[in-house]
């Protein structure tokens, strides 16, 4: 697909993750298509239930694509869900209302994760990559599209745990008593999250991005054992130049402002980071090695347009001056936002920002 190239009309994201010079920092939002957007509920009601929508590729375009007719974003993101992996290991995914996802078969013991076997990104998740060409079509260069993945120790806590959860003592369990069944596990799953991405790739997302959502959990020594060294495994199989262009590779731990200088010794291309570490804190912790995405409060969507403003320019100025910065909430944009009040954080960026570029 390397023709498609020099189509790319906007590749402002594209070039801060690699800590190019752009005439403004661009944004996107995790999130961004989803619930605060009456249109995706819509769409959603349309499919049945929230799989349905992520296994039927057209709907999962649309989605994709809603929060570009509505907002000058710098970046699409495929509409999936992290847990497309652990689904089809074959432990039943399923979605109970109000509470989230559950597995009908957790795993707890080596011999049910000795049966696990690595999905086919192309068999057992070509809905997926089917998504991907799709939106990347659709998109026809309007801007990049983002591929992404759950880090291979958010996907066991589901996978051990059953669902979600509040102690994590599942999954610590056998981390403590059983480690070489834990690690066993993340191997599996650091493989299958490589061959993922890789085809997602493939398929056309022109970045990807790791979501590390429960690393924050864990101690500093068990953080490197049990998620960073297995991101580090994915960093080191990823396909990194596709179309003719580098493929940008952006880490995200929740909660993880401690570790952002081990963080970006992967080898990776940008760290998300999250409200609760301060840019500019991060920015010096990383040395400028990487670029950084992040990191307002989602909950400041909630205040007046001119209060978001206000958190947008902290932000710009605890960053500083010069590149390698993609303006992001610091994580999923809450489904009670009014969509008015995602146009003037975008808008405040916009507006903004240009001034930290000069």
Request: glycine share 8%; net charge negative; hydrophobic share 40%.
């Given at each position: 697909m390397?023709?498609?190239?020099?189509?790319?009309?906007?590749?402002?994201?594209?070039?801060?993750?690699?800590?190019?010079?752009?005439?403004?920092?661009?944004?996107?939002?995790?999130?961004?298509?989803?619930?605060?957007?009456?249109?995706?509920?819509?769409?959603?009601?349309?499919?049945?239930?929230?799989?349905?929508?992520?296994?039927?590729?057209?709907?999962?375009?649309?989605?994709?694509?809603?929060?570009l007719?509505?907002?000058?974003?710098?970046?699409?993101?495929?509409?999936?869900?992290?847990?497309?992996?652990?689904?089809?290991?074959?432990?039943?995914?399923?979605?109970?209302?109000?509470?989230g996802?559950?597995?009908?078969?957790?795993?707890?013991?080596?011999?049910?994760?000795?049966?696990?076997?690595?999905?086919?990104?192309?068999?057992?998740?070509?809905?997926?990559?089917?998504?991907?060409r799709?939106?990347?079509?659709?998109?026809?260069?309007?801007?990049?599209?983002?591929?992404?993945?759950?880090?291979?120790?958010?996907?066991?806590t589901?996978?051990?745990?059953?669902?979600?959860?509040?102690?994590?003592?599942?999954?610590?369990?056998?981390?403590?008593?059983e480690?070489?069944?834990?690690?066993?596990?993340?191997?599996?799953?650091?493989?299958?999250?490589?061959?993922?991405?890789?085809?997602?790739?493939?398929?056309?997302?022109?970045?990807?991005?790791?979501?590390?959502?429960?690393?924050?959990?864990?101690s500093?020594?068990?953080?490197?054992?049990?998620?960073?060294?297995?991101?580090?495994?994915?960093?080191?199989?990823?396909?990194?130049?596709?179309?003719?262009?580098?493929?940008?590779?952006?880490?995200?731990?929740?909660?993880?402002g401690?570790?952002?200088?081990?963080?970006?010794?992967?080898?990776?291309?940008?760290?998300?980071?999250?409200?609760?570490?301060?840019?500019?804190?991060?920015?010096?912790?990383?040395?400028?090695?990487?670029?950084?995405?992040?990191?307002?409060?989602?909950?400041?969507?909630?205040?007046?347009?001119?209060?978001?403003?206000?958190?947008?320019?902290?932000?710009?100025?605890?960053?500083?001056?010069?590149?390698?910065?993609?303006?992001?909430?610091?994580?999923?944009?809450?489904?009670?936002?009014?969509?008015?009040?995602?146009?003037?954080?975008?808008?405040?960026?916009?507006?903004?920002?240009?001034?930290?570029?000069?």
């Amino acid at each position: 697909m390397s023709e498609l190239k020099s189509e790319l009309k906007n590749d402002l994201y594209l070039r801060a993750l690699l800590r190019q010079p752009t005439e403004r920092t661009p944004i996107w939002m995790m999130r961004q298509a989803g619930r605060y957007l009456p249109e995706y509920r819509e769409v959603r009601k349309q499919a049945g239930d929230f799989m349905a929508l992520c296994k039927n590729a057209e709907l999962a375009c649309e989605v994709t694509l809603q929060p570009l007719r509505r907002f000058p974003l710098d970046a699409a993101i495929l509409f999936s869900d992290i847990l497309t992996i652990p689904d089809a290991m074959g432990l039943g995914l399923y979605f109970e209302a109000g509470e989230g996802p559950k597995f009908e078969r957790p795993v707890r013991d080596i011999a049910s994760i000795e049966k696990l076997g690595v999905p086919d990104p192309e068999q057992e998740l070509r809905y997926v990559m089917d998504a991907v060409r799709t939106i990347r079509r659709e998109l026809n260069g309007q801007v990049p599209l983002i591929g992404f993945s759950g880090s291979p120790w958010t996907l066991a806590t589901y996978m051990v745990e059953g669902g979600s959860t509040k102690n994590f003592s599942e999954v610590k369990k056998l981390m403590f008593s059983e480690p070489k069944a834990m690690h066993l596990l993340l191997d599996k799953l650091a493989q299958s999250v490589t061959s993922y991405l890789n085809a997602q790739i493939a398929a056309g997302a022109q970045a990807v991005m790791i979501f590390d959502t429960w690393g924050g959990v864990l101690s500093p020594r068990d953080y490197r054992e049990f998620s960073l060294n297995y991101m580090q495994k994915i960093v080191n199989g990823l396909t990194r130049h596709a179309d003719g262009r580098q493929v940008p590779v952006t880490l995200f731990t929740k909660n993880g402002g401690a570790w952002l200088g081990d963080m970006a010794a992967t080898g990776c291309d940008a760290l998300g980071v999250d409200w609760t570490t301060d840019l500019g804190t991060a920015r010096a912790a990383v040395n400028d090695k990487v670029a950084l995405q992040g990191n307002m409060d989602p909950s400041v969507l909630y205040a007046p347009p001119a209060r978001i403003e206000a958190e947008v320019a902290t932000i710009l100025e605890s960053y500083g001056h010069g590149h390698g910065h993609v303006f992001n909430l610091g994580h999923g944009i809450h489904p009670e936002v009014n969509p008015d009040h995602a146009a003037a954080f975008i808008e405040a960026v916009h507006k903004l920002s240009p001034a930290f570029h000069k």
